[in-house]
């Protein structure tokens, strides 16, 4: 059961390009949305996130796009660079509707590559 | 920035023996994790854990999984006689309770 989608296994871009990596998620419970980049033998890093109240948070190159009507979102990159190059994680919670606050979880997709050429 | 902390790095067990893996948390942290991702797949949440109980485990953890805090600082998952398809890497993650969660840098069980 995929709630959470990540249909583009890799992306390839170049240095200076901008990257758009999407996600799609099932589960209309979802209100918060995160994006985790990992490079290998780490663990995931926190990158940004929106709450579902918004539908656009940008944090310097970083944008997330949300389309609740779609269930959609995206992150976009501008100017992609080669150390950017890791998995991108995108993730769903329920947060407003969790139970006492003690069942906060993620969701996570499988992840796309993202190779920012030089 | 603070970080969770995971030991070991990499653990190499014979099928059926039992391991434990270790986290420990960010400080202020009240709210703690388990994922796990098998080689390709995604990451998988297997159990949370909150005030001294388990408050939500998935279908991958059965009863030869736990979960414990018995120091009060150390978070660990033990498997009590693991089998081959536990090989993944192990994610400790811990949270305030509110929007993002930090993750360790994993541990990798492999089971010969």
């Known amino acids: 059961d995929q709630q959470v989608k990540q249909n583009s296994p890799s992306l390839s871009v170049q240095e200076g390009r901008i990257s758009i990596l999407n996600c799609d998620y099932t589960?209309?419970?979802?209100?918060?949305f995160l994006w985790y980049k990992k490079y290998p033998a780490e663990g995931p890093t926190f990158l940004i996130s929106?709450?579902?109240?918004?539908d656009k948070n940008e944090d310097g190159r970083f944008t997330v796009f949300l389309n609740k009507s779609a269930k959609h979102l995206s992150l976009h990159i501008v100017p992609s660079q080669p150390g950017d190059s890791a998995v991108y994680f995108c993730?769903?919670?329920?947060?407003?509707?969790?139970?006492?606050?003690?069942?906060?979880?993620?969701?996570f997709g499988k992840g796309t590559l993202l190779t920012v050429n030089p | 920035e603070p970080e969770v902390t995971q030991t070991p790095s990499h653990q190499v067990t014979q099928m059926g023996q039992e391991v434990i893996l270790r986290c420990v948390p960010i400080s202020n942290h009240l709210y703690f994790y388990w994922y796990r991702q098998i080689l390709g797949q995604k990451v998988e949440f297997l159990v949370s854990f909150y005030n001294n109980e388990i408050s939500e485990k998935s279908e991958i953890f059965d009863d030869q999984f736990s979960v414990e805090r018995p120091d009060g600082s150390n978070f660990t998952l033990k498997i009590r006689s693991t089998k081959l398809e536990d090989s993944a890497m192990y994610f400790c993650a811990t949270g305030t309770g509110w929007e993002k969660l930090f993750f360790g840098s994993g541990t990798q069980l492999s089971v010969l």
């Open positions: 589960n209309s419970m979802f209100d918060y």
């Open positions: 929106i709450s579902s109240i918004k």
């Open positions: 993730a769903a919670s329920a947060w407003g509707r969790r139970r006492g606050g003690s069942n906060y979880k993620l969701t």
